[in-house]
T-cell receptor, first 117, second 115 residues
Framework: SQTIHQWPATLVQPVGSPLSLECTVEGTSNPNLYWYRQAAGRGLQLLFYSVGIGQISSEVPQNLSASRPQDRQFILSSKKLLLSDSGFYLC????????????????FGPGTRLTVL | AQKVTQAQTEISVVEKEDVTLDCVYETRDTTYYLFWYKQPPSGELVFLIRRNSFDEQNEISGRYSWNFQKSTSSFNFTITASQVVDSAVYFCALWTKAAGNKLTFGGGTRVLVKP
């Protein structure tokens, strides 16, 4: 079976500090990977997605970046955090398919709660 | 463009009452999928159901049931005999071919079940 891990679970960082959040998936190969952010009391905002190693698509221009150094590893980074970066960050994966049924379910990790002070 | 609307931001019920969550979607695609997710206080999104646009059969899973009506572009979710553990935020989501890899989420409905 597949599992998705995120760490850290919680993080408190000062404004201007760097950020690195990690997401890993087990039990599947070449998954599509996603980073979402959820501000307090708000809906989900897609930040980045990746269909393969080194392939990153950005949805929202901001001071965040994403990287995929390995097949099942997805990293969210920032060089200098802003107050507005506070939120709940969720990683998700889905099966990658060349053709056919593409409306596959996205499965989410446990999330990282980030507070920027 | 794709859009999902969950008009109810918060619903409060007493335990054992039924609760229905509305989801209305917009898309021009004829092939699409609809999803419901549950987000309990712990934060993780838990997948509940996936339905494709060619399958209009309603579905029941325990106390959960879903009513898919293409004529009104709705995919409503009912919890029967609600329990305190049902307290969570519920999200409806839409995938279409035009959107490629992305899911379009509704704003979510917070359900509070009081004992």
């Amino acid at each position: 079976s597949q599992t998705i891990h995120q760490w850290p679970a919680t993080l408190v960082q000062p404004v201007g500090s760097p950020l690195s959040l990690e997401c890993t998936v087990e039990g599947t190969s070449n998954p599509n990977l996603y980073w979402y952010r959820q501000a307090a009391g708000r809906g989900l905002q897609l930040l980045f997605y990746s269909v393969g190693i080194g392939q990153i698509s950005s949805e929202v221009p901001q001071n965040l970046s994403a990287s995929r150094p390995q097949d099942r590893q997805f990293i969210l980074s920032s060089k200098k955090l802003l107050l507005s970066d506070s939120g709940f960050y969720l990683c998700a994966w889905r099966y990658y398919r060349w053709t056919g049924d593409e409306g596959d379910t996205q499965y989410f990790g446990p999330g990282t709660r980030l507070t920027v002070l | 463009a794709q859009k999902v609307t969950q008009a109810q931001t918060e619903i409060s019920v007493v335990e054992k009452e039924d609760v229905t969550l509305d989801c209305v979607y917009e898309t021009r695609d004829t092939t699409y999928y609809l999803f419901w997710y549950k987000q309990p206080p712990s934060g993780e999104l838990v997948f509940l159901i996936r339905r494709n646009s060619f399958d209009e059969q309603n579905e029941i899973s325990g106390r959960y049931s879903w009513n898919f009506q293409k004529s009104t572009s709705s995919f409503n979710f009912t919890i029967t005999a609600s329990q305190v553990v049902d307290s969570a935020v519920y999200f409806c989501a839409l995938w279409t071919k035009a959107a490629g890899n992305k899911l379009t989420f509704g704003g979510g409905t917070r359900v509070l079940v009081k004992p």
